[in-house]
């Protein structure tokens, strides 16, 4: 399907979602487009990453002037108000990421540790994690932010973990979690009680969130929502009670455009200032950086390109055969070919990550084929599930060109949705796919584990996850000290390049469109599009 479709809905489970898996998952269809999953999985919009706590992120400074107070953006796909690219304005969590990825307290007095008192652990391992609003705080729309408003955190999207959340104080709330997981001190986003107690009530809880996706429902952000129409527009102003400081510009437009020629023509004539990431074709952005050099950046992205193996087949089920087959394919050259460019091989899900800590599997064919025909895989057949955009189909002939050229048979199959083949995992064969509703951060979406609702069943095991992973990534998930668990996680990335449970391929080239006048959008590719939208501001 070309850029312009929206993701397929999932499944009603929502797990935790980082900024980054979020800015993932905002990609439309396809491989460049993205196989993203949009639905309940939308509404927790940000999560932190794992640095050091620091002051609250509202005590700002302020931000630059803007020149101009009206910022006009062009996308190709509004389906709802939380998966909108401007979401990130709208609604905060308990906890922010700042662009040095440090984390702060938004709207709560602290972020709760064992250190500070807030976190504590109970008898028989439980884990009581105590809120604090900040006091006199407001919505949007100019009612009071209280502890009913955390709690229903819980009632609207319920993590599986926690056994109880309650009020304490007016302006306190309690959550206890089964055991003491890193993610009840990650943050989480509020709901205003008052509007949504009525509508669970009422419909239950998939109405609430249904009802979010189309009406506007106040939030903490610097910006409030002034108009929407599903796959029309979008229209923020700024939020008059937003506890920073005021956002340099005023107002923002969100218009959709569904074909992208046309959303090209309007960047053109100047009806538009800035085009979300990857609204345009690769060939489109290099047409129009050859007109407009100033205006096209193009940088690597953290959505990655991977085969995922049918690890239940009795030959790929073998790490060498995984390692063998990885080592057959020029990505190097791939790289060049699909995006002019050689720096965008993957060997983990992590963009930057130094490959000298990671097992890396150099093009070596004779070493491929010999160790394949030394396995007995000398003359193997295996499909390779592909999707129909362009890209998908070049990338497919290519990687089977080099599997061949290793003694395998692989026979392509231009499928629908790849991502149904990928969730079920047992295909037979390979699928090509890029992996863009989940981030670095949820670790074991990268370990090739059956899916499980919208998670991922982690009492699986195979060859890439067995019970020493597993116990590796259950420390990491519970491991509370930020530089533990990033030394857990650098662990866990080790193990997949060594098991490689998926066969890391290349970083897609993200795409974007700007005038050269508008600034501070250019933040790390790993943040959503739209975070630290309230410091964006033109020079002239």
């Known amino acids: 399907p070309p850029p312009s479709s929206p993701p397929p809905a999932p499944a009603s489970d929502t797990p935790k979602l980082t900024r980054r898996q979020l800015a993932v998952a905002l990609g439309a269809a396809g491989l460049l487009g993205g196989a993203a999953i949009i639905g309940k999985r939308w509404i927790r919009v940000r999560s932190p990453s794992h640095g050091p706590a620091d002051s609250s992120v509202v005590q700002a400074p302020p931000p630059p002037p803007s020149s101009r107070q009206l910022l006009r953006v062009g996308a190709t796909f509004l389906t709802s108000i939380p998966s909108s690219h401007l979401a990130p304005a709208l609604f ?85 979690w089964s055991d003491h997981f890193a993610q009840a001190v990650g943050g989480f986003e509020p709901f205003p009680a008052p509007l949504f107690e009525p509508l669970i009530a009422s419909g239950g809880r998939d109405a609430a969130l249904e009802f979010r996706k189309t009406h ?20 923020v102003e700024a939020n008059p009670h937003f506890a920073g400081p005021p956002p340099s510009l005023q107002r923002i437009e969100l218009r959709c455009v569904k074909d992208n020629a046309r959303l090209l023509e309007q960047f053109e004539r100047g009806e538009l200032d800035m085009l979300v990431p990857n609204a345009i074709t690769p060939e489109q952005a290099e047409d129009l950086k050859a007109r407009r050099p100033d205006a096209v950046h193009l940088r690597p992205s953290p959505q ?35 995006f002019g460019r050689i720096d965008l091989v993957a060997h983990s899900p992590v963009l930057g990550l130094d490959a000298g800590v990671l097992r890396t599997w150099p093009f070596d064919p004779r070493r491929a084929a ?23 189909v070049r990338l497919a002939l290519r990687v089977r060109e080099y599997l061949a050229a290793a003694g395998l048979d692989i026979a392509l199959q231009q499928v629908d949705r790849v991502s149904d083949l990928r969730r079920n995992g047992h295909h037979g064969g390979l699928v090509l796919y890029s992996l863009r509703d989940a981030g670095p951060d949820d670790v074991a979406a990268h370990f090739n584990l059956p899916a499980l609702g919208a998670d991922y069943d982690r009492s699986a095991r195979h060859s890439g996850f067995d019970d020493w992973t597993a116990s590796l990534l259950d420390r990491e998930e519970r491991a509370i000290d930020p530089q533990r668990r990033a030394q857990l ?52």
Request: net charge neutral; charged share 25%.
């Open 304 to 338: 990655y390109v991977l085969l995922q193996p049918d690890l239940a087949h009795p030959r790929l089920a073998s790490i060498e055969v995984r390692q063998a087959l990885l080592g057959a394919i020029d990505r190097v050259t791939l790289s060049r070919e699909i």
């Open 489 to 540: 996680k650098q662990e866990l990335w080790k193990a997949f390049s060594e098991r490689l449970p998926v066969l890391p391929l290349l970083f897609l080239l993200e795409r974007i469109v700007a005038d050269p006048a508008l600034r501070g959008w250019d933040g790390s590719p790993s943040q959503r599009f739209g975070a630290d939208l309230e410091r964006w501001y033109f020079v002239r």
């Open 92 to 176: 905060w969590s308990a906890v922010e990421s700042s662009p040095d990825g440090r984390r702060k307290a938004s709207f709560v007095r602290r972020i709760p540790t064992l250190e500070n008192g807030a976190a504590r652990i109970l008898p028989g391992g439980k884990f009581e994690v105590r809120w604090e609003v900040v006091p006199g705080l407001k919505w949007s729309d100019g009612s009071p932010l209280g502890a009913d408003d955390l709690v229903m955190s819980q009632r609207l999207l319920p993590r599986p973990h926690v056994l109880d959340a309650h009020r304490d104080t007016d302006d306190s709330a309690v959550f206890v």
């Open 216 to 235: 506007p429902t106040p939030g903490l952000g610097p910006y409030r929502i002034a108009d929407f129409r599903i796959g029309e527009h979008m229209i």
């Open 370 to 392: 010999s160790t394949l025909a030394r396995l007995g895989l000398a003359g193997a057949s295996f499909p390779l599930f592909h999707g129909s955009w362009p890209v998908d």
